[in-house]
């Protein structure tokens, strides 16, 4: 329980970092905090106390009692893929964003009034 | 002509482990069926591998073996046999279908279809993120590539 | 055949950047055959449906619930007629308007990404894999509203891949809750666990509220719709179309709706929810609107607006109310792309979107004018055009459900974006203001086009709304009745 506690925990300094830093990098590291922070609960999800990893060796018998579940496993790996696109896409939009403002900081990128 | 790159010990011991670290890469993606990894990890150990290079010989000497234009063209090239050995399955019955025998289990040789998509997958995600880095190292002189990372897995 | 909806885009985004590096013209040649053929794929699915009105298509042969199927039903059919008609449209008029770009392929491979992803998100009758095709078009769409990378640009697409990200978050917390509940990803699986445990659980409610935010923000319903106004005027006048029109249909009203009709089943609380973030959303939207003399961003607010129709009339429940809902989500793809293509024409001719600054169009660009003419008549509400009908059923519907203040809101609504369109009218188009600028010339062909076939699908629509209710509307808006049941049928096959 405690462990799902600890990533609500991230989630937050995820959101603090996002809501509060005033630097588009430290936005962004914000945003792949609380994206990690939500990988990690639901790979909390699939775990079971005592499993072993679900990857059958030779000779090993396949007992799916023993298991964790995958299937979290496999859409984590998934959601980190798309977690890395992104993030690669919004640090090339920053870095364009720099050579157009000269400036990481927020509060003087304001062309636009949202 | 201005010398490129780190000073000779680094390039000449980057010379001997930049092809362990590719041969590692390429490792892990050719057993994606069999241990973990796969051609997503693979990809991601190659890109590293050719970044190491960048790092070592500076990009001008890097560009001259895998440019960025390349890199993309690779990439493309990647994600189509993907699209194709899916397509493949269509002919056999179904999209995806695995329609290779599928051989013994727990031996190299098996898995039928699984095996070229991780190879498929690994020169993608591996020239695709090599582009990516490639774009951000050489923002100033570019007009180049725009990614388009993050459809595949 | 269903996966030629991915397979055809996903093929176009992997050629262009082999091929049209050398032979620039063959970028959009390539897009254009490819969403060609996915109008005429998706024309040809209304007719694929028989009587059970469905059609499952298992992915690598892996029968349901471990495989990921393919789903086209009623719903299904009208979404991929709204996201081809409008995406082949859009292509053919960015053929010449992306000249001036440098390196257009890659806005061809975009394009192509976001039809994928458009069409993946559709045809999935799979949680997870629905997720990963919202990505996919929420990526294709970050970069694309990021593509003249000029310094609005670039912050907008900032702003809204950070929202979007978010979003995504939310959205991934809500299927990996929903699954740790039910042990099963597949729609039809999750609707039947759901429905055989009956209500009173606390995790369904609280993802439904997670999915709520996420698709919402995504839709750009009004708590979470500060990105819309400054991303959809941002990018280029084809995408802006495809963003407004299709793409915040797609990832949040549809998604949003098939999850929580479908799977989840409607109860008083969401029921209440949708009707009361429609309501908020067609006010709000509308009102910023007024002020606003941006021509695209003025599109971009009555675009909330126009959403928030949709929304309320879905959330009625009742089956006037979801088939004016889903009627006015088809006119609105077709008359809002129209107008965010002539927004395009005037400032490329004009090289202003400024309304005050325009003036006397009507005399250069006929061709741009009288279409716009049409769309505005059609997004006011002006009988016999498209956009009267919708309006006109949900507000009836309204009244039937005994929502009076909804139905109120529908038509102060529609009678301040009467205004607001006869103020684009006026100043953009009919009013002259000293001399018309002399180099302001027509757009060209392909652009005329694309704009005078939306606005014959704007009439034709108004014009023949029966036979097309019966045709289109009607199974999709059964689809959203049948409720947690319209997979039943299908369920576990062959197990």
Redesign the interface.
Known sequence: MSLYFMALVLFCIGVYGLVVKKNLIKKIIGLVIIENAVNLFLILTGFRTGGEAPILERGMEAVPEHFVDPLPQAMILTSIVIGLGVIALLVAISVRIYEKYGTFDVTKITELKG | MKEHGMSLPVKRITRITVALIFFYGLYIAIHGHLSPGGGFAGGVIFALSMIHIVLAFGRENTMKVLSGAAASMLESAGALAFLLIALGGVFAGAFFLNFLPEGEPFSLFSAGTIVFSNMAIFVKVGAGLFAVFLVMALLRTDDSVQNNEGEDR | MI?VFV?IP??C??????VA?KYEVLAPAVAGVGSFLLLVFSIWSIFLLGGDGHVV?????WQPPVGIPMVVDGLSVLMLLVVNVTGFLSLVYSVPYMKKF??AR?YY??FA?LL?GLNGVVISGDL?NLF?FV??TA??S??LV??G????E??????Y??LG??A??AI??G???A??HTST?NLADMAEVLSAEGAGGVVIPFVTVLFVAGFGLKAALVPFH?WL??AHP?APAPISAMLSGVVIKTIGVYALVRVLFNVFGMTQATTDVLIWLGIISMAVGVLLAIGQWDFKRLLAYHSISQIGYVVFGIGLGTPLGIAGGLFHLFNHSLFKSLLFLNAGSVEQAAGTRKLDELGGLSEKMPVTSWTSLVASLSIAGVPPLCGFWSKLIIIIAAFQAGHVIGAVVCIGTGIITLASFLKVQRYAFFMRKGEVKDFIKEAPLLMQISMVALAVLCVLVGILFVPFLSEVIQPATDVLLRGTGAFADFNLLGV
């Not at chain 3, 298509?57 to 042969?61: D, P, Q």
């Not at chain 3, 990378?149 to 609005?152: D, G, K, L, M, N």
């Open positions: 996966p397979i996903l093929a985004a992997f050629v262009i950047p082999l590096k298509y298992e992915v690598g042969n440098t390196s890659y491979t975009l990404l994928a997870f990963i990505e996919i990526i294709a970050y970069a990021a593509f990378t000029e310094r609005q670039l912050e907008a697409a900032f702003r891949a950070v990200t978010l995504s978050a991934l917390l299927i990996g809750l699954y740790s990803l500060s106004p400054d941002a």
